[in-house]
């Protein structure tokens, strides 16, 4: 099946620091998602791509699709203690919403005050 | 609104019983997903169902039994639990139409442990 290389596997930074994070397939996806999963809860969706090339804010967070639909990162920026968790990226396959999710195994963030 | 909810969030339970974790969502979306997570494995697909009364296996089903009769509900059943798997168990839903648009939505999780 597709496999999904994400890294680092964890970071420790302090707050204020801007995090960076990315995700490789050995294969192509039509679409990137990033999630971040908080101790005890499901994955909570950041950010969709959908387009190659596409970069995408929400707030303090920016993801880009890679130009060659096999790569995928997120930056954090100014990050905040509230930043701790886990961060998932996951690579869909088809075109539609009941395309199956490939998932990387995630980065662990901690926060420092 | 209550979206996507998961029971039990917690489970106990022995070699060889059966047991059955409930997922029900209130959004009547027609893709539902079952995931499992484990330390070093991140989340794999175990069942999804692409409307009522539709199931297809995903990367790792072996033990599990799944059934959707009704849109909002996709029970996932061990028939005969093993240790393998105790973890942490996730449904999602997503739903149908509009290319690219819509993803999958996750409930809060069962943690569930097979003694």
């Known amino acids: 099946g597709q496999q999904l290389n994400q890294s680092p596997q964890s970071m420790f930074i302090q707050e204020g620091e801007d995090v960076s994070m990315n995700c490789t397939s050995s294969?192509?996806?039509?679409?990137w998602l990033w999630y971040k999963q908080d101790p005890g809860e499901g994955p909570v969706l950041l950010i969709a791509l959908y387009k190659a090339g596409e970069l995408t804010s929400n707030g303090r967070l920016t993801a880009q699709f890679g130009i060659t639909r096999k790569d995928s990162f997120l930056n954090i920026s100014a990050s905040i203690p509230s930043d701790v968790g886990i961060y998932f990226c996951?690579?869909?396959?088809?075109?539609?919403?009941?395309?199956?999710?490939?998932f990387g195994e995630g980065t662990q963030l901690t926060v420092n005050p | 609104d209550a979206g996507i909810t998961q029971s039990p969030r917690y489970k106990i339970t022995e070699t060889g019983r059966q047991v059955t974790l409930m997922c029900h969502q209130t959004?009547?979306?027609?893709?539902m997903f079952w995931y499992r997570q484990d330390l070093g494995h991140g989340l794999r697909l175990i069942y999804y169902?692409?409307?009522?009364?539709?199931?297809d296996k995903g990367e790792v089903p072996d033990g599990y039994v799944v059934s959707r009769s009704k849109t909002e509900n996709f029970p996932l059943t061990l028939e005969s639990a093993t240790r393998s798997q105790t973890s942490v168990y996730f449904c999602a839903s997503a739903k149908r139409g509009g290319p690219f648009r819509d993803t999958q939505y996750f409930g809060p999780g069962t943690r569930l442990t097979v003694l």
């Open positions: 169902s692409a409307a009522a009364d539709i199931t």
């Open positions: 996951a690579g869909q396959e088809g075109e539609t919403s009941g395309s199956r999710l490939t």
């Open positions: 294969s192509i996806f039509n679409t």
């Open positions: 959004w009547s979306h027609s893709y």
